[in-house]
């Protein structure tokens, strides 16, 4: 109908002339990607708009805080639930004190191996992709990485909750089974939320589905763009490709 294209065209139009960054809540379960690839056919665009795509770089760049639930007493090849079960240890010796004193040794400039299903790639392809199709992958060899500070939230055997403040190209699932190893046990994360990402919280920034809408796109853009140092707000900002979309997002 005429109508319904006029009143698209004008939405487009208006999508098309935001730029900035905001942050978008994601459910446990999909993967980043896909969050984004809804959101695009929902809208056209996604968390990165314009010249939003460039800030990424820099917003990601920061420190990042996550709740992580681990399981002790249990291995898996992904170092999380979503893997198959590769060892099984004796958890019940360890106490709240143990795993305490434990978390010392992962705080600061710390050494780690990244896990072999992550995205870092080799020759051009993910090692996830190539572990998937069972090609030979060998582990990365371990890099200096921050972590800024690691509390037990709770501790109810099997199962810890942790608060990790972390740099960029951290691994909370390494660091889960690092702790097993270091308790003389494995562990796996059974869970993972992002809490901070930058100067975004997942409390006060992040954009739920039931908001992908472009008023309220561009009410997080004003805010979330204005919290980045020396940048200015999306309403400075011209569409770099007011033919097309952007498309960034951060895959762990």
């Known amino acids: 109908m005429a109508a319904g294209e006029v009143a698209l065209g004008r939405a487009g139009d208006r ?4 730029s900035g960054l905001f942050a978008v809540y994601k459910p446990k379960g999909p993967t980043s990607a896909g969050v984004l690839n809804q959101l695009r056919e929902r809208l056209l665009a996604v968390v990165g708009i314009g010249k939003g795509t460039k800030m990424l770089k820099t917003m990601l760049a920061g420190s990042k805080k996550y709740t992580a639930i681990g399981l002790l007493g249990k291995a898996t090849d992904t170092l999380d639930a979503t893997g198959r079960v590769t060892e099984e240890k004796p958890y019940d010796q360890i106490t709240k004190g143990d795993l305490e004193n434990v978390l010392q040794k992962f705080t600061g400039d710390i050494m780690q191996v ?7 790639k080799k020759d051009g392809e993910r090692l996830s992709t190539l572990m998937k199709r069972g090609e030979p992958v060998e582990a990365k060899p371990a890099r200096p990485v921050k972590v800024y500070s690691i509390s037990l939230q709770q501790f109810q055997p099997p199962l810890f909750t942790l608060d990790v403040e972390c740099g960029g190209g951290f691994y909370v699932r390494s660091l889960v089974s690092d702790i097993g190893k270091e308790l003389s046990t ?5 869970e993972l939320t992002r809490t901070k990402q930058g100067p975004f919280t997942l409390e006060e ?9 472009i008023d309220e796109i561009a009410r997080s853009l004003e805010h979330c763009t204005s919290l980045l140092p020396g940048e200015p707000s999306h309403k400075k900002l011209k569409a770099e490709n007011p033919g097309g979309t952007a498309v960034s997002c951060e895959d762990k």
């Open 186 to 190: 494995c562990a796996t994360m059974q």
């Open 114 to 120: 990244p896990p072999l299903y992550s995205a870092l």
């Open 205 to 213: 920034h992040a954009l739920y589905e039931d908001k992908w809408t």
């Open 15 to 18: 999508l098309f002339s935001l």
